[in-house]
Antibody
Framework: DVQLVESGGGLVQPGGSRKLSCAASGFTFSSFGMHWVRQAPEKGLEWVAYISSGSSTIYYADTVKGRFTISRDNPKNTLFLQMTSLRSEDTAMYYC?????????????WGQGTLVTVSA | DIQMTQSPASLSVSVGETVTITCRASENIYSNLAWYQQKQGKSPQLLVYAATNLADGVPSRFSGSGSGTQYSLKINSLQSEDFGSYYCQHFWGTPWTFGGGTKLEIK
C-alpha cells in the first residue's frame, strides 16, 4: 500500500526556519512527481510546491517562492520542504501528495499532514 | 493564473438527497480537473480525475461532469459518510489552484 508520512512540524518563531520531511513507501518513489499542499486552520487547500521524479522540474506557488525549497532524496524515498523566513500566514497543516503517474497529474495519494505553527 | 470558483460554499442536506457542487474556471481547462473529499480532521482523498473518471474505490453514486470552464460533482442518494468538504482543482498549467471548497453538512 502507498504510504506517505510527514514529519518535522512544530512551533516556529516568525522569521525562523523549519524543514519538513515526507517518508514514502509502497511504491517506486523515484518514478513519481511529488507535491506539498498546505491548509491553514479552518481554510481551504493551497498548492505549495512540486518536484518531478528526477528533480529536474520544480515549481512553487508565488506565496512561498524565494522562501521555501522543495527537494527529494530518491535512494532514501524521502521528500523535503525547507521553509525559511516564516510568517504567521504560513501557519498550516502541510501535506505531501503523490501524482497519479506520468501524465496523470492529479494528487492520487496524500499523507496525514504535519502541523506548522508560526508564532512568537 | 487560473482561478477556480466553487459553489456553494456550504450546503445543509439530508441523507438520501442528491447534491450538485459546481466549479468554474477562469479560462478553459480542457477537462484537466480533479475533485477531492476531505473529512473532518483527515487528509483529502481523490474522488474524480480528468473531470469524469472515478478514482479507485469511489462509490458509483458520485459522478463528475463538465467541460471548458464549467464542471460539476454530483452525489446521488447522499450517505452519512459523504458529509465533509469537497474541493476541485485544475491541472491546466501551474499554479495548480484549488477551488475554495464546499462544506456539506447534515440537515
Amino acid at each position: 500500500d502507498v504510504q506517505l508520512v510527514e514529519s518535522g512540524g512544530g512551533l516556529v518563531q516568525p522569521g525562523g526556519s523549519r524543514k519538513l520531511s515526507c517518508a514514502a513507501s509502497g511504491f517506486t518513489f523515484s518514478s513519481f512527481g511529488m507535491h506539498w499542499v498546505r491548509q491553514a486552520p479552518e481554510k481551504g487547500l493551497e498548492w505549495v510546491a512540486y518536484i518531478s521524479s528526477g528533480s529536474s522540474t520544480i515549481y512553487y506557488a508565488d506565496t512561498v517562492k524565494g522562501r521555501f525549497t522543495i527537494s527529494r532524496d530518491n535512494p532514501k524515498n524521502t521528500l523535503f520542504l525547507q521553509m525559511t523566513s516564516l510568517r504567521s500566514e504560513d501557519t498550516a497543516m502541510y501535506y505531501c501528495a503523490r501524482e497519479g503517474g506520468s501524465s496523470l497529474p492529479w494528487f492520487a495519494y496524500w499523507g496525514q499532514g504535519t502541523l506548522v505553527t508560526v508564532s512568537a | 493564473d487560473i482561478q477556480m470558483t466553487q459553489s456553494p460554499a456550504s450546503l445543509s442536506v439530508s441523507v438520501g438527497e442528491t447534491v450538485t457542487i459546481t466549479c468554474r474556471a477562469s479560462e478553459n481547462i480542457y477537462s484537466n480537473l480533479a475533485w477531492y473529499q476531505q473529512k473532518q480532521g483527515k487528509s483529502p482523498q481523490l474522488l474524480v480525475y480528468a473531470a469524469t473518471n472515478l478514482a479507485d474505490g469511489v462509490p458509483s453514486r458520485f459522478s463528475g461532469s463538465g467541460s471548458g470552464t464549467q464542471y460539476s460533482l454530483k452525489i446521488n442518494s447522499l450517505q452519512s459518510e459523504d458529509f465533509g468538504s469537497y474541493y476541485c482543482q485544475h491541472f491546466w498549467g501551474t499554479p495548480w489552484t484549488f477551488g475554495g471548497g464546499t462544506k456539506l453538512e447534515i440537515k
